[in-house]
């Protein structure tokens, strides 16, 4: 089993920055690629960012890139996701998620691909 345990959400201005975390514990981080996703109300959940196991490659929803910037530690066993300029369309209960991997360069898109969860933390953005 996998915990997962995200922190640094709140309610900022259009434009602010937040810098979430996530903290695993109870399996060998190293060993999973961990990703972040979102859901509003009414929406599915939809993918944020990914970063593979030794934090080499990582990938983007579209709407992200350029603003948000996901990292990992592996000696703290945490990832994290900056978000910067944000807008009033990334508010969400954010969650992050690990994957067990055996390839470095592997990630996932989609939630089926994941294999532990937070709880999430809310980010809202007012206009």
């Known amino acids: 089993q996998v915990q997962l345990v995200e922190s640094g959400g709140g309610l900022v201005q259009a434009g602010d920055s937040l810098k979430l975390a996530c903290v695993a514990s109870?399996?060998?981080?190293?060993?999973?690629?961990m990703g972040w996703f979102r859901q509003a109300p009414g929406k599915e959940r939809e993918f944020v960012a990914a970063i593979s196991r030794s934090g080499s490659y990582t990938d983007y929803v579209h709407s992200v890139k350029g603003r948000f910037t996901i990292s990992r530690d592996n000696a703290k066993n945490t990832v994290y996701l900056q978000m910067n300029s944000l807008k009033p369309e990334d508010t969400a209960v954010y969650y992050c998620?690990?994957?067990?991997?055996?390839?470095?360069?592997?990630?996932?898109?989609?939630?089926?691909?994941?294999?532990?969860w937070g709880q999430g933390t809310q980010v809202t953005a007012s206009s």
């Open positions: 109870g399996r060998t981080f190293s060993n999973y690629a």
């Open positions: 998620a690990a994957k067990r991997t055996f390839a470095d360069t592997t990630v996932s898109v989609t939630p089926g691909g994941y294999n532990y």
